[in-house]
């Protein structure tokens, strides 16, 4: 089956960086996307990686690694309003492109 | 303004009703998405459709069932059958064809059903 992991809860400081990993394991992979999501809200799409490397976003960056199943979300200069659920979502062409998600991180910023 | 519109924000029933959640989207996409979203759990796909007039089941599609009689159109009714009904449902859509590698899920708002 489809099983992609994230830690369930982080913490870090205002001004600081912060790490979310996210690991996978999927019939086929059709890129990588991280979502961002405030509670009660919908999840708002933050960045998408299909070949190996990293991607920069203005303060977000994101990185993957298809050989060892591996992505992070890195976040910079961190703001109190970045406290939110952070999504992982593999796509995989073997199953109509559908998307599947981890259970999301939740980051909490303190000052 | 694109974008997609979920209606309403919250909505109650009592147990045993069956009732209907609209998606509707002006963003021209071809596949249109629904996913349940429960604390911890993540979101589970409930049903998705890459074009009009056809549709899959997700992984949890028991006591739900979808119609897609328009593009812009994509409604998902909770009926009697399923168990546990209380949770967050999102709608996505999705522009782009199957080979698209660039194209992303956007969601709407999202409906809090809370079953009595």
């Known amino acids: 089956g489809q099983n992609i992991d994230q830690p369930t809860e982080m913490t870090a400081t205002e001004g600081a960086i912060v790490q979310i990993n996210c690991t996978y394991q999927?019939?086929?992979?059709?890129?990588l996307f991280w979502y961002q999501q405030h509670a009660g809200e919908a999840p708002t799409f933050l960045s998408y990686n299909v070949l190996d490397g990293l991607e920069e976003k203005g303060r977000f960056s994101s990185f993957l690694s298809r050989s060892k199943g591996y992505s992070y979300l890195l976040l910079k200069e961190l703001q109190m309003k970045d406290s939110a659920s952070y999504l992982c979502a593999v796509r995989d062409p073997q199953y109509g492109n559908q998307f599947y998600f981890g259970t999301g991180t939740s980051l909490t910023v303190i000052p | 303004d694109g974008g997609i519109t979920q209606s309403p924000k919250y909505l109650f029933r009592k147990e045993g009703q069956n009732v209907t959640l609209s998606c509707e989207q002006n963003l021209n996409h071809d596949a249109m998405y629904w996913y349940r979203q429960d604390p911890g759990q993540g979101l589970r796909l409930i049903y998705y459709?890459?074009?009009?007039?056809?549709?899959q089941k997700g992984d949890i599609a028991e006591g739900y069932s979808v119609s897609r009689e328009k593009k812009e159109s994509f409604p998902l009714t909770v009926t009697s059958a399923q168990k546990n009904p209380t949770a967050f449902y999102l709608c996505?859509?999705?522009?782009?064809?199957?080979?698209?590698?660039?194209?992303?899920?956007?969601f709407g708002p999202g409906t809090r059903l809370t079953v009595l």
């Open positions: 999927t019939s086929g992979f059709n890129g």
């Open positions: 996505a859509s999705r522009g782009g064809g199957v080979t698209t590698s660039t194209d992303t899920q956007y």
């Open positions: 459709s890459q074009i009009v007039n056809d549709f």
